[in-house]
């Protein structure tokens, strides 16, 4: 089952038009291990490293908001791989959390791919399936180093 | 039934009003929330308006965590700040607050933290699915009836029926420098072949359908130079309102470079629900030119634009919906500055700004009906428009349409199910204080676990396990508490200013108060038990007498008041019973109190 989720998110990949910074490339590696919402959730992530050349959106907003809206996608992140959605289903889940939060363009937010990353480590997501995530996001350092590290924090503490 | 019912929806909307406030930042922060080793767990007396057994909650840091039963079969998970929380329940509610401190590991109480969140975010999950589902059966009758449109979120933000604006030309100025107009239209008929191509499938309902028709509504409204709908404004109130100064004027116009940069990563962006986004970003910059133009603060509205009627507001005295709407417009004068800061402006905080100048439009209006308990302290404008394409009409996608039709109202009603399984209210088994007691074990995976990190167990399972003071009760004595606290009603502690014969006397008496003023969702009754103990019996009876005569004066009046008074009185001798009985439920409650007033815990 899982696999047959991951083959079809792959093809969903492969289907995107090239050009474009994507994670989504990467995911193009086959994985055994990677289930059908670890490659939906990866599949998201692209679309990050668009923002993160941009400036923090401003002052104003408090450690706790952030906090929380952390917490929240940290948790919906667990919630997620528990319930093998598709890439669509993610980010819409993704969306609501963050509008719940005031925030819209959530690619825009970099405590979104770190949240994201401890989510997947909270998830128990292996490192060796976030290695393969790190490799496939050559085009997005960024993003990755975002990914990664929130894995680390939650993974290395545990 | 239908007074508890108003009752309770009137404090919603208080509520909702209140949360804005002191989300703003207004009100003086009360340092009564726990340290950070520390879980509160939090018990509320009852009081009439849908709280008459007791509430309980969780208090960590300046977050609040409780359960509410809105009156429509479900237990909602709440998170609210401490002193927002604290206003609403010792003040509007007039209960006072009794708190116990449990010692807990720091690594515990992030645990604690994480089980509430993952709580919260489950259950708005699995209402936002059941919303997106209903949609998507009411999409699919309408076009299976032959319609050829969708509504279509966010898409009513911008009005395609008006010229083109100044601007919105202006925008697509800036933003040529990054996309051209040639890249536009590309993406336009690419999305509108996508559309082309959509079918209704069960898998996906509307959804794929909605997401491609804000995607091609958000490329038109750029490239069309569509204005902002007009229904989609909201100015601030005359009386609250100011000119832009130079410093907002600066912090604007950054702000709207921003979100024409943010529209275009979008644009850029892979994400399938990028459109709404996308629309909203627009919106808002488009708002923000006509505010640079006119001088003054043009803001998108948040309220939804079907008003759904939930509170009526006629009970409320005058005076007090004046002072809502002075107290709003206060808090939105206050809130302005550090929202519209030369630092940068942040979204969040923006769309609090635009949340307080639709609450005080609102307020302002006179409105009776008042959709404020729709409000979030976030709410994203989400303004809905009919949004109509070229749909197969040929036998075959008929009978398609019809096919997936029922499987979305299959898909609906198990979700539904689904939603009344796992959050339909009951007295004994779900209720504030059961799943407060769930969340406190399930946080760390095993009582035993549980047991360690609070120092004892409370569990739902036991014998009266869901009354709110038993409960609070097991936890002092069992759990690993160093203090426990106390936080008076708003009337305790007006009362405390005054402690003279004849005060103490004429504040007994509810009639004669100097600071509580008779309601008819409090019932009628004559005197105050909640302060006093051996003379409750007494003054029960008195009350009784008391609730008895305005039953039958009520009773007279039946016709001309459509059993107004009739419940009134019927409450007040109803909720004299108890104090016969040495137990107090009736405390009064209040339509306004100062933020942060001298009457501040």
């Keep these: ?158 | 039934m239908a007074q508890r019912r108003r009752g309770t929806l009137t404090s919603r909307t208080l509520r909702a009003l209140l949360g804005l406030s002191l989300f703003a930042g207004f009100a003086a922060g009360v340092a009564r929330s726990v340290a950070a080793a520390e879980v509160g767990f939090v018990y509320v007396p009852g009081n009439l308006g849908g709280g008459s057994g007791g509430h309980g909650a969780l208090v960590i840091d300046e977050a609040v965590f409780h359960i509410q039963n809105r009156g429509d079969g479900l237990v909602y998970f709440v998170r609210d700040r401490w002193d927002h929380f604290e206003h609403v329940y010792t003040g509007l509610k007039n209960r006072p607050l009794h708190i116990a401190h449990v010692h807990v590991s720091n690594a515990d109480r992030e645990r604690i933290l994480d089980q509430l969140s993952q709580m919260w975010v489950a259950q708005q999950l699995a209402l936002a699915e059941r919303e997106d589902l209903r949609r998507d059966v009411e999409a699919m009758e309408a076009l299976s009836l032959g319609g050829n449109s969708i509504e279509v979120e966010t898409a009513g933000l911008v009005d395609p029926h008006e010229p083109g604006a100044a601007a919105s030309a202006r925008l697509r100025g800036q933003l040529g420098a990054r996309i051209d107009s040639g890249h536009l239209q590309s993406a336009i008929q690419e999305v509108e072949s996508q559309i082309a191509r959509t079918s209704i499938a069960y898998e996906t309902g509307v959804r794929e359908l909605h997401d491609r028709l804000a995607l091609r509504e958000s490329l038109r409204a750029v490239e069309h130079g569509w204005p902002l709908a007009d229904a989609a404004k909201v100015r601030i109130v005359p009386a609250y309102d100011a000119p832009l100064t130079l410093a907002e004027r600066r912090a604007l116009t950054a702000y709207a470079d921003q979100l024409v940069r943010e529209w275009a990563e979008l644009f850029a962006s892979r994400r399938s629900d990028r459109g709404r986004a996308m629309l909203l970003t627009w919106a808002r910059a488009l708002a923000i030119q006509e505010s640079l133009h006119e001088n003054r603060l043009v803001l998108l509205d948040p309220l939804p634009a079907a008003i759904r009627p939930r509170s009526r507001l006629a009970e409320v005295p005058p005076e007090s919906r004046r002072r809502w709407v002075d107290q709003t417009g206060e808090i939105l004068l206050r809130t302005r500055p550090s929202v519209l800061s030369t630092r940068g402006i942040k979204t969040s905080r923006y769309n609090q700004l635009e949340t307080l100048a639709s609450a005080l439009a609102w307020f302002a209006s006179g409105s009776e009906d008042v959709a404020l308990s729709d409000l979030e302290r976030q709410q994203s404008p989400a303004r809905t428009r009919s949004v109509s394409f070229r749909m197969p009409r040929d036998r075959r996608a008929r009978s398609r349409l019809e096919m997936e039709l029922e499987r979305a109202r299959a898909r609906l009603a198990k979700a539904e199910s689904a939603i009344q399984e796992k959050y339909a209210y009951d007295l004994f088994a779900r209720n504030c204080i059961t799943e407060l007691e769930r969340s406190s074990i399930d946080a760390f995976g095993t009582r035993a676990r549980a047991r360690n990190a609070l120092g004892g167990e409370v569990t739902p399972d036991e014998l009266f396990g869901f009354i709110p003071f038993v409960f609070f009760d097991r936890v002092v004595s069992r759990l690993r508490v160093i203090r426990t606290q106390e936080i008076p009603s708003y009337r305790t502690r007006r009362l405390s200013r005054d402690r003279t014969l004849g005060a103490r006397i004429r504040e007994s008496f509810a009639p004669l108060s100097h600071v509580y003023v008779p309601r008819r969702r409090d019932g009628d009754f004559l005197l105050f038990t909640d302060d006093v103990f051996w003379r409750r019996p007494l003054y029960g009876v008195a009350n009784l007498a008391w609730g008895s005569l305005h039953l039958g004066k009520g009773a007279l009046s039946l016709p001309w008041d459509r059993g107004v008074r009739l419940r009134s009185g019927f409450s007040g001798l109803f909720w004299s019973l108890p104090e016969i009985f040495f137990v107090n439920i009736r405390k009064g409650t209040f339509d306004w109190i100062e933020v942060g007033g001298s009457d501040t815990p």
């Design chain 1, 1 to 158: 089952m899982r696999r047959s989720l991951f083959v079809g998110a792959l093809c969903l990949v492969a289907t995107l038009p090239s050009g474009c910074m994507l994670l989504v490339d990467a995911l193009a590696v086959p994985s055994e291990s990677a289930s059908g919402s670890f490659t939906a959730i990866g599949g998201s992530l692209a679309g990050i490293s668009l923002s993160l050349g941009s400036p923090p959106s401003g002052g104003g907003s408090t450690s706790d908001e952030k906090q929380s809206y952390s917490r929240d996608l940290r948790q919906y992140v667990g919630l997620f791989m528990a319930s093998k959605g598709t890439r669509r289903d993610f980010e819409r889940g993704v969306s609501r959390i963050a509008e719940a939060h005031g925030i819209a363009h959530w690619e825009a937010e970099p405590a979104t791919a770190y949240a994201i990353g401890q989510g997947l480590a909270q998830a128990g997501v292996s490192a060796q399936q976030m290695s393969e995530l790190g490799e496939s996001l050559t085009s997005n350092e960024a993003t990755a180093q975002q990914v990664l590290d929130g894995w680390r924090n939650v993974a290395e503490a545990r």
